[in-house]
Structures are given as structure tokens and as C-alpha cells.
């Protein structure tokens, strides 16, 4: 079975940069389509990010377009969100995600696999 697993969360001021990692635990098929989602307590899931890996097609929602950057290395199986200028509001749980069907939906009932986690805290 695909596992992903996250690291790089952690706790930084406001304006700071941190990079999250999703490492699989296999190659990605070409077809794939990897997503960073993020969750606050009594807040629904909502996606940050997705690339789909086949051509390296990316797209933001609108709160992170501009300060953050979804990407993908197929030689490590590993896909990195890079957070810039980071926000309060940016406070949240991460969550790795893999579709293997390549549908890059929004519903993250869509998403076969999942990572663990991985909490960021920005603080003033």
C-alpha cells in the first residue's frame, strides 16, 4: 500500500518560510495528480494546492496564489510546498494527498491516499 509521509511543520513568526515534504513511499504513476490540503478545528478541509505530475500542471487557491509553490521531484517521489510570507491565517493542519486517477478534483473524498499531518503555526 502507498504511504505518504510528511515532514517539515513547525511554529514561525509572521512574514517566515517553512517547506513542507511528501515523501511516497513508491514511485507516483505519471498520471497522478499530488495536493496539499489544510484544516482548521471545526473548519472543513479546503485545498491549498495541486500539481498534476504528468505536465507539471499546478493551480492555488486564491488565499496562498502568490506566496506559495506546489512542485514535484520524480527521482525522490517527493512533492514540497513551499510557504512564503506566511500569515496567521495560514495556521492549520497539512495534509499531503495523492489521486492516483489523475482527476485533480477539489473534493478531497477524491484523494486515495493520504499523509499524516503535519501542523504549521504562524505567531506574531
Known amino acids: 500500500q502507498v504511504k505518504l509521509v510528511e515532514s517539515g511543520g513547525g511554529s514561525v513568526q509572521v512574514g517566515g518560510s517553512l517547506r513542507l515534504s511528501c515523501k511516497a513511499s513508491g514511485s507516483a504513476p505519471r498520471r497522478a495528480c499530488m495536493a496539499w490540503f489544510r484544516q482548521v478545528p471545526g473548519k472543513e478541509r479546503e485545498r491549498v494546492a495541486f500539481?498534476?505530475?504528468?505536465?507539471?500542471?499546478?493551480a492555488y487557491d486564491d488565499s496562498v496564489k502568490g506566496r506559495f509553490t506546489i512542485s514535484h521531484d520524480h527521482a525522490s517521489d517527493t512533492t514540497y510546498l513551499q510557504m512564503n510570507r506566511l500569515e496567521p491565517e495560514d495556521t492549520a493542519t497539512y495534509y499531503c494527498?495523492?489521486?492516483?486517477?489523475?482527476?485533480?478534483?477539489?473534493?478531497?473524498?477524491?484523494?486515495?491516499?493520504w499523509g499524516q499531518g503535519t501542523q504549521v503555526t504562524v505567531s506574531s
Open positions: 500539481i498534476y505530475i504528468g505536465a507539471f500542471t499546478t
Open positions: 494527498a495523492a489521486d492516483f486517477k489523475g482527476w485533480c478534483l477539489l473534493n478531497p473524498a477524491q484523494y486515495n491516499y
